[in-house]
């Protein structure tokens, strides 16, 4: 199910949770992400992998402290979707801290979405700057854990 647009709702709707994704180069992630979403939006794996990895180039997700956030807007998508992996291996992704990432969301929006993304990138951001989050996150058993944590965490984040 697509989340509704970030100003709709009172917390972050995940659409997609990965809780133990095996790479261990950050090519093979932007690979297995690619996999793990491509059927849900209906686009080809090599495209949105393609996507991906230039955006990465272009603008680098790692934000530090063994997180990345990236947002890709798609001609095609009719949705917002919002998905959270969680690696079982750490991948080093050129981070400003050069701490090697584990828990990485990918937002992908409607080009004509407009800046509405940025609400839930800054909402984003400060949920995973909890350091008690990330740490609950990181120990979580399985997806439903997963999804309780960010539920539950995300539900108290005010808007930008």
């Given amino acids: 199910m697509f989340s509704?647009?970030?100003?709709?709702?009172?917390?972050?709707a995940f659409d997609l949770i990965v809780p133990g994704l095996p790479a261990t180069t950050h090519k093979q992630l932007v690979r297995?992400?690619?996999?793990?979403i491509a059927g849900i939006i209906g686009i080809s794996e090599r495209i949105l992998a393609e996507r991906l990895a230039?955006?990465?180039?272009e603008n680098p997700s790692a934000i530090g402290d063994g997180i990345a956030i990236s947002h890709?807007?798609?001609?095609?998508?009719?949705?917002?979707?919002?998905v959270f992996i969680r690696l079982k291996n750490t991948v080093a992704m050129d981070a400003p801290d050069s701490?090697?990432?584990?828990l990485i969301c990918i937002l992908l929006t409607p080009e004509r979405e407009?800046?509405?993304?940025?609400?839930t990138l800054a909402r984003l951001s400060r949920l995973l700057r909890n350091a008690q989050i990330c740490a609950r996150l990181r120990?979580?058993?399985?997806?439903?854990?997963?999804a309780q944590i960010l539920d539950q965490s995300s539900s108290g984040l005010m808007a930008a």
């Avoid at 890709?72 to 919002?82: D, F, T, V």
């Fill in 114 to 119: 407009g800046s509405v993304y940025l609400r």
């Fill in 32 to 36: 297995l992400a690619a996999h793990e």
């Fill in 4 to 12: 509704q647009s970030a100003s709709a709702q009172p917390h972050i």
């Fill in 99 to 102: 701490k090697p990432v584990d």
């Fill in 54 to 57: 230039e955006k990465e180039k």
């Fill in 139 to 146: 120990a979580a058993a399985n997806e439903k854990e997963i």
């Fill in 72 to 82: 890709l807007q798609m001609s095609g998508l009719k949705n917002p979707l919002n």
